[in-house]
């Protein structure tokens, strides 16, 4: 009888097992995530202009959609924009930010990524600024100054984009290539006479009462930041880049609903005042849509940088943007 018994409570076993029914790991995960999946890395630099995707960092928004998808997320963020470019190039990440500029340079030199969602746009965040106590009072007085801007920036474009509205090319100024540090330095010391900055340096100097804007981007350039997938992503895990999109927009919808919060989530990662931090986010538009007028604008810019000697190759820019 007893041997009986135990026959049984084996047959019960076996049955178990075989239809998973003895609560090991696969029984016990939530229907749908995946933190063993494959690994999805996204590299982010600490600037205002992707604020919604820290976000949605922080909120778990990111790890719970990539989870859902069955993937999961290793964030790696960077100093600065081309490291995220750097690191594109040697094949270490699927997923990362920079500036439209950068991102043209790199897939001109070759590198297999595309555009496949707008981070930002910001046409305040990025102006024609003098010293406080400057004469100049707008762009046509700048005939035969001293300006400066960092080459191959979309500073350059701005500055373009302006002379070229009050009737004027790069020929009737003296352009000077600067970085954003040393532009600051110059301005204070009278070195140059105007230059092209943007944020969040050009807030905080703006605040301090240091510089003045006498034009910025507003109805003639959108200042575009993008999200670049690489080319083995886009093409092989279109889950994963649906998923990271779903993310950052609860992130842009969160921030645009609790900014309050969303700033003190900021602080620790961009390094500044509160005050200077909501006013600099506040500056910019986090839709990742890509519109007509998106499409329109990267082909302008290729052309741009193009006839400026700023790219190996032409660049095919319908290629180039993920469009669903």
Request: net charge positive; hydrophobic share 45%.
């Amino acid at each position: 009888m007893r041997n009986a018994s135990v026959l049984v409570i084996v047959a019960l076993l076996l049955v178990a097992l075989a239809t998973g029914g003895c609560g090991g790991k696969a029984a016990t995960q939530p229907q749908g995530t995946a933190p063993g999946g494959k690994e999805i890395r996204v590299g982010i630099v600490p600037l205002p202009h992707y604020a919604h995707m820290w976000v949605a960092k922080k909120k778990g928004f990111l790890d719970e959609e990539l989870n859902k998808a069955g993937y999961r997320l290793k964030w790696l963020p960077f100093s600065l924009g081309p490291m995220v470019s750097e690191a594109f190039a040697a094949g270490r990440l699927d997923f990362g930010v920079m500036g439209d500029f950068p991102a043209f340079i790199g897939r001109s030199a070759g590198t297999d990524y595309r555009i496949v969602a707008v981070a930002s746009a910001a046409p305040k965040a990025l102006a024609m600024v003098v010293k406080k106590d400057s004469p100049v009072t707008g762009v046509a007085d700048l005939k035969g100054k001293k300006v400066a801007t960092t080459k191959a920036a979309y500073g350059q474009k701005l500055l373009q984009l302006l002379l070229e509205k009050n009737g004027m090319t790069t020929k009737d100024i003296q352009f000077i290539h600067m970085s954003m540090d040393d532009l600051a330095t110059a301005l204070m010391r009278g070195d140059v006479d105007a230059g092209v900055m943007w944020d969040p340096l050009l807030t905080r100097m703006e605040e301090a009462g240091e510089v003045r804007v006498i034009a910025d981007g507003t109805g003639i350039y959108e200042a575009y930041a993008v999200l670049m997938a690489s080319g083995a992503t886009v093409d092989k895990e279109p889950a994963a880049v649906d998923a990271v999109l779903k993310a950052f927009r609860r992130g842009e919808e969160y921030l645009r609903k609790n900014p309050e919060e969303c700033t003190g989530l900021l602080l620790e990662d961009m390094r500044m005042p509160r005050p200077l931090l909501t006013k600099v986010v506040g500056k910019f538009n986090y839709s990742d849509r890509i519109t007509d007028r998106f499409v329109v604008d990267m082909k302008d810019t290729e052309a741009f940088m193009r006839k400026n000697g700023l790219l190996k190759n032409p660049v095919a820019v319908e290629a180039f943007v993920r469009r669903k």
